[in-house]
Each structure stands twice: as C-alpha cells, then as structure tokens.
C-alpha cells in the first residue's frame, strides 16, 4: 500500500511538472485539437489537417503516402495580405513523423556508371545485406512559426494556401540516423495551392482542389473540408546529406543522389497531398 500511494504521489507530482502525459482537455469532436496552443492570446482558431494519401515525387523516386500524416497547431487572425502565422502543436508534434515506404527500398539505388570500385563495394556492403527496405519520412525543418496559411487561398482556389519548410529523412540501419534531403539551412519550401500550378519544364500544371465544406461538432462549429488536395510541383530539393554516418557519408551520399535524382532543380519533384481539414475558432474550442 505504502509503495501504491508513494508511486501515485511520484506520478502526481510529475504531471504538475509537466512530466507525463495528461489526458485530453477537450471531449468529443473537439477532442481532435487537443494540442492546440489555446492559451496563446493570438491562436484565433485551431486547425488540424491529415494527410491521408497522396503522392510525393522527389527527382526519380515516387513516394506514395500511405501512413497518415497530421499537421495540427494554431493559427493567427489573418493580415491585409489573407496570411495567418502558425503556432505550433502543445505538445511539440506541430507535424507527425510518418514514415512512407519507398518503393523497390535499397534495391532501387546502384552507384552511377563507372563508378570506382570502392564506390561499388561500399554499395555492395550497404545494400547487399538483405535488409533493404527504406522508410521516408517527412519532417519540418524550421520552426513552426515560419508555416504560413491563407484561409482565402485555400477556399478559392487560387495563390499559396499553405506554405511550409520541410526536409525528408530516410530511414534504413545502413543509412544511420542522419540520411537528409534538405536542412534547416537548405530546406524544401514547399508553396501548396488548392489551384493551379506554374512549374518551370518538364512539369506540366496540375490542380489541387478546395475540398467539399461541411460544419460538423455537436454545436456545427468545427468547419471541415473533405477531399481536400493541396498540390505543388515548382520546387527545388538538395542533394543528400548524413547518409552513412560521418566517416562514409563521402561515399554514400553521392550514391543516394545518383540513385534519387538529386539535387533536382524546380519543375522536377512534386507534391500532392489529399487531406482533411478541421477548423475552429479557438473560443469555441475552449468551451468544450
């Protein structure tokens, strides 16, 4: 007994501090903004949007999104302009690590052509080993307050509804821990519309779409958008970093390039993102 209440104490005290997880403030529908920094005096409403499929094209390699990806935070009143700052999740997962698996995994990636051989032996050390399988996972890659949001861009159809600075890491045993396309000081800037694209050669425009609104809650004021799709296929992405660890990153850094088709200049990676997105004015949030 005297242990039960001593640990019961220790957990106590430890969720005051902040320590453990609490459980979630608000109930039903609104459960889902849990995270949101609603004591933030200049969050005007929660905003939670999940990817839940889609497709990423980075130089030669297509990523499908199969794992659902979650962007959620807070976001200001918007300015003369119709942009809205972000404020970032409470609980410090603004974005979600979901890993996508990429398809053909190790296998997929051989050293360039005449390549020296120990260009060829380290591929043969790295991915001849039977564990192949490579996982891509997206992740921001600045703060959160520099992820923009244009409510009237994201409705009508037309100019950036979502801006936001990313990097992929990807993830195998051979790769290490650090294996990046982009950085915080070379990040993918991806400029998501809800319309029309105006990429440089050899992409072509493609279309995203506003989605179908409905109001849902309890009360009808969480405003949610189905089938959303936020495109963009003008970016540029950076060569590979990381990859190998320190001492071979030399050696497989250019070996992921080769294979990924990177760097690529804007025009040849895109994005398409098929989402639902939940809005609420943080007030109302508050109140549940």
């Known amino acids: 007994m005297r242990k039960l209440m001593c640990t019961a104490m220790l957990v106590a005290g430890l969720a005051t501090l902040g320590l453990v997880p609490t459980a979630s403030a608000f109930k039903g529908e609104y459960a889902k903004f849990n995270y949101c920094p609603t004591t933030n005096p200049s969050a005007f409403k929660c905003l939670v949007s999940v990817t839940n499929s889609g497709t990423v094209v980075l130089g030669k390699k297509t990523v499908p999104i199969v794992n659902p990806v979650t962007l959620q935070g807070g976001i200001s009143e918007s300015n003369e302009e119709g942009i809205a700052s972000f404020f970032g999740a409470t609980n410090g997962v603004t974005l979600s690590k979901s890993p996508q698996p990429v398809p053909g995994g190790l296998a997929g990636i051989v050293p360039p052509e005449g390549s020296p051989q120990i260009i060829k032996n380290a591929l043969k050390f790295f991915f001849e080993n039977g564990l192949t399988g490579v996982n891509s996972t997206l992740e921001l890659a600045r703060p959160a307050s520099e992820i923009k949001v244009s409510q009237s861009s ?14 992929v890491h990807l993830e195998n045993p051979f790769l290490g821990s650090n294996c990046y396309v982009g950085s915080s000081s070379s990040p993918i800037i991806w400029n998501l519309t809800t319309g029309g ?14 989605g179908t609104l409905s109001f849902v ?9 189905k089938g959303n799709e936020l495109v963009d ?3 540029s992405a950076p060569g590979a970093s990381g990859c190998g660890g320190f001492l071979l990153e030399l050696l497989v850094n250019p070996i992921i390039n080769a294979s990924v088709g990177i760097p690529a200049a804007a025009g040849r ?13 943080t007030e109302t949030v508050i109140k549940h």
């Not at 994201?154 to 990097?167: D, Q």
């Not at 694209?197 to 506003?210: C, D, E, M, V």
């Open 233 to 235: 296929n003008a970016w």
């Open 154 to 167: 994201l409705a009508g159809e037309e100019g950036v509804a979502l801006k936001m600075p990313v990097k």
């Open 217 to 225: 809650g309890e009360d009808g004021e969480i405003a949610e958008l």
């Open 269 to 281: 990676n895109t994005a398409i993102l098929k989402n639902t997105i939940d809005f609420a004015l």
């Open 197 to 210: 694209t105006a990429p440089p050669l050899p992409n072509k425009s493609i279309h995203g779409f506003s």
